[in-house]
């Protein structure tokens, strides 16, 4: 078996062997080896090799990914993208030419901004008319979906793009791929290919895999490291502003450590993408998306692997105070505008960079007689108590109404109550993200995932593909997958496409526990018109006349109900009479392996 495969010449006739060795085979062959283990799956005209590979491939399943069929390409990229974002691994999908790669919509966006590792793969209409190689055009759809260039389609929301056009280094091609997905910042990768190309017959071979490792980063310069842990030292009100680094697993409690050495030493969030610090740890600040006072106060600022640490025109700091970017793409390179008033940035590996300035805070004598004075132990005591505070007026604003209605920081609560310990919660709530926030109050490492894009819907297949995570890595130890629940507004919700979602989870088994935030309608514009124009004539319409009202309100649970051929559990909920025994029971109907879906109608502003 050679490592580089020799020239060949390839047969013009349509006739084929089972055993033949196609493109599409070599193509499936080196996701597997790259540690691709599922593809999420629509296919269309454009595979006919591609099926012929799948059904040869399915009968090895120990050596073949597992395929998964997605009636909706965003579905699809959502899966593969939930599932990437927890374990770190990237998945890839298969759409059907230009048609399906503008089906991915927003989950390509979602990808790009959230920073998960995802391969497309994307047919394209067969390049010969008249039978010349096989492959060739067969169809009457082939002229209409031949296009220009289809990979700018996406291409600008891509760490790599690139056609196919041969079949003999088809392994190399995704490989290369799966380097620019794994390397930070991830993202997104797209490959396509004619019909011909993919119906190539090529000898055999295979890739040495440890030649095709991602970029790695490196720590922080010496220097950098003094100056930052001394700027930390000597800092009165220090702050941490991070959004992204908790996708690594051990920045949360690295964090901690640095918090532990400097007391005083505060941590917001402003991405909400992953866990990245306890919600008991007293200095905990929770998620803020770009605006707490806290980043007016501080005198440091150490702005770590976040993409909007503030808004200007709603906050910003002291003008004295020292601010320096520490982030694995501090000049966000595929952001036309952007910048931040920082002294120093620094392209580092975030966990490698905390470990280096707690290690440098915690041996060097200097620094250590400042974080051991007085002052330092009387913030640290200080922080506690503010702590306390804040957790308990969470709590006050999150009880429900005399009526029995309550808001989504009350529903929150008692999901954090009922839901197991472990749970994973999967968060595509919008407006309502930081009561969401605010009341589960995540602390275990990868328990909170969030779009971390823009592009609503992301919800439904992320949480499919972050319960299939579990569930593969559970089983791979003789357990069980960990409970899964996503918390999505009403608008989002439709967004989702839930037709596609909840035949994918019935039709593999795949439950999860969607909790509905009816509020009925989108209120995310209305804030927006709101921070543009106070005082507007929008600001004294309703919502039906600005056109985001949602009456009459979908029978949310109903339609997932239906997609599911009625084996789901399906319930309303709008009194806190009622509230845990429905909870109760849509948890034990995903506990037995079926999925639920709650509707519950929350009022607004808690």
Known sequence: MSSQPPPLTQPTTSSSSPDMYTTSFAFFEALFAAGVSHVFVNLGSDHPSIIEAMVRGQASPSTFPRIITCPNEMVAMSMADGYARLTGQPQAIIVHVDVGTQGLGAAVHNSSAGRAPVLVFAGISPITIEGELRGSRTEYIHWIQDVPDQKQIVGQYCRYAAELKTGVNVKQMVNRALQFAKSQPQGPVYLCGSREVMEMEIPKYELNQAHWKPVELGGLSRGAVEEMASALAGAKKPLVVTGYAGRNHAIPQALVELANTVRGLRVLDTG?????????HRGWLGLRFGNDQSVAEAD???VLDCDVPWIPTQIKPNKDARVFHVDVDPLKQVMPVFYLE???????????????LTEKLKTDPELKKQLDSEEREKRWKELQAQH????????????PLENGEYGTGHLCRRLRALCPQDTIWAIEAVTNTLFVHDNIQPTLPGSWINCGGGGLGWSGGGALGIKLATEVEAKAKGGKGKFVVQIVGDGTFLFSVPGSV????????????????????????????LLVHPDGLGSKASNADI?????PSPDYAGIAKAAAGGDLFAARVDNTAHLDRVLKEAIAAVEGGQSAVVDCKVALGS
């Open 272 to 280: 909400g993408s992953d866990m990245c610090f306890p919600a008991d």
């Open 300 to 302: 440091v600022i150490l």
């Open 342 to 356: 920082a002294e120093a940035r620094y392209r580092a590996d975030p966990l490698t960079a905390v470990e280096q």
């Open 388 to 399: 306390k505070q804040k957790l308990e007026e969470i709590a006050e604003r999150a009880k």
């Open 502 to 529: 909840y035949w994918i989870s019935k039709r593999y088994g795949i439950p999860v526990l969607t909790i509905v935030l009816n509020n009925k309608g989108w209120n995310a514009p209305r804030r927006s018109l």
């Open 547 to 551: 056109n985001i009202e949602f009456s």
